[in-house]
């Protein structure tokens, strides 16, 4: 498949469960630290958490233990493709 100019590739690989689980967990935690520090940047300016930022941590927790069950589930012996895409949309 041919890529556009706004889709760029993150991940692309096959990886034992070990390196699965990392990779994926610091892509997660990353992500979570970034809205909580959005976060408390908003607390401290208006007094309360930014509630988008509330909303994205707890559903990236929830994939992020989702994720983690399932590799661990999975890992005697395995090694999962794993693919993860960027798709940058410009809007009006």
């Given amino acids: 498949m041919a890529k556009q100019k706004n889709q760029f590739n993150l991940l692309n690989g096959k990886f034992n469960g070990e390196d699965a689980k990392e990779i994926l967990a610091t892509l997660y935690n990353d992500k979570i630290q970034y809205h909580r ?3 408390f940047s908003h ?4 007094g309360q958490p ?8 707890s ?3 929830k994939n992020l233990e989702a994720i ?3 590799l661990d589930q999975n890992t005697a012996k395995t090694h999962f ?5 960027i798709v940058i949309r410009q809007l009006k």
């Fill in 37 to 39: 520090l959005k976060s």
């Fill in 43 to 46: 607390e401290e300016r208006f």
């Fill in 50 to 57: 930014e509630p988008h930022a509330v909303e994205r941590i």
């Fill in 59 to 61: 559903e990236l927790k």
């Fill in 68 to 70: 983690l069950i399932y």
């Fill in 81 to 85: 493709e794993i693919h993860a895409d």
